[in-house]
């Protein structure tokens, strides 16, 4: 299903233009218009889910191995030496269209850091009360 309201679906089924890096009858590959290195590109579905939760089976099945090869890609013509895949879900992780898309961008030798946290603490008692809180809702 597509949503006419929605930039993606309507970018994703060629309506608006944009720079094409692949396209087959599930995704089309773009790059990303405020890029976060040169390359940064989004891989995005056909269809309209709203994020990884959503998202049908026949995508799931193949959007990270799409990722791989687009950042293999990027490995051989661009001269990065890295890629990082990135996927937001929700406002508070960063995702700002609401449009299942995954990120592959590029990384290059000194380049700046692009996915990065401080790593905090932890206790085997408190990872292990977590974790069994996860584990029940699955
Ligand atoms: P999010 O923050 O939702 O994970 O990522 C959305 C990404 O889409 C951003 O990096 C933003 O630059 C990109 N973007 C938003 N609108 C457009 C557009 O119309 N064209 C292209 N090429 N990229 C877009
Ligand atoms: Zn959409």
């Given at each position: 299903m597509r949503d006419e309201n929605c930039i993606?679906?309507?970018?994703?089924?060629?309506?608006?233009?944009?720079?094409?890096?692949?396209?087959?009858?599930?995704?089309?590959v773009i790059l990303d218009m405020g890029p976060a290195s040169k390359g940064?590109?989004?891989i995005l579905p056909?269809?309209?889910f709203k994020d990884v939760c959503e998202l049908d089976e026949r995508y799931a099945a193949k959007v990270l191995q799409l990722g791989g090869r687009i950042g293999a890609a990027m490995k051989k013509s661009l001269g990065c030496?890295?890629?990082?895949?990135?996927?937001?879900n929700g406002t508070s992780a960063?995702?700002?269209?609401?449009?299942?898309?995954?990120?592959?961008?590029?990384?290059?030798?000194?380049?700046?850091?692009?996915?990065?946290?401080n790593p905090?603490?932890?206790?085997?008692?408190?990872?292990?009360?977590t974790a069994e809180r996860i584990s029940s809702c699955l």
């Open positions: 993606f679906c309507r970018i994703a089924n060629g309506e608006i233009p944009a720079a094409t890096v692949y396209e087959d009858e599930l995704f089309r940064h590109a989004l056909k269809e309209h030496t890295g890629f990082n895949l990135v996927q937001n960063g995702q700002t269209v609401f449009h299942f898309h995954m990120h592959v961008i590029p990384r290059y030798e000194d380049g700046a850091p692009i996915v990065t946290w905090g603490s932890s206790n085997p008692e408190e990872l292990k009360e």
